[in-house]
């Protein structure tokens, strides 16, 4: 399977408390920090919620 890395760009100062607690959820805490999770539903489903904030690159291994 392959792994995502998300990459947060944008500040979550202003956002729902929703898209914060995803966001720490998946372990970013500022603009900047990157993140390394293996792809699956639960992931994409947490992405969905937060696309407006991150980068997201696939990785193969």
């Known amino acids: 399977m392959s792994k995502l890395v998300i990459r947060q ?4 100062i202003g956002e ?4 914060r607690e995803t966001l720490a ?3 970013l805490r500022r603009p900047g ?3 390394e999770r293996e792809d699956g539903p639960a992931l994409r489903g947490q992405l969905r ?3 407006h904030l ?3 690159t ?4």
């Open 54 to 56: 991150v980068k997201i």
């Open 49 to 51: 919620r937060i696309a």
């Open 33 to 35: 920090n990157t993140v």
């Open 9 to 12: 760009s944008r500040s979550a």
């Open 25 to 27: 959820s998946l372990g």
């Open 58 to 61: 696939e990785t193969k291994e």
């Open 16 to 19: 729902k408390a929703s898209a």
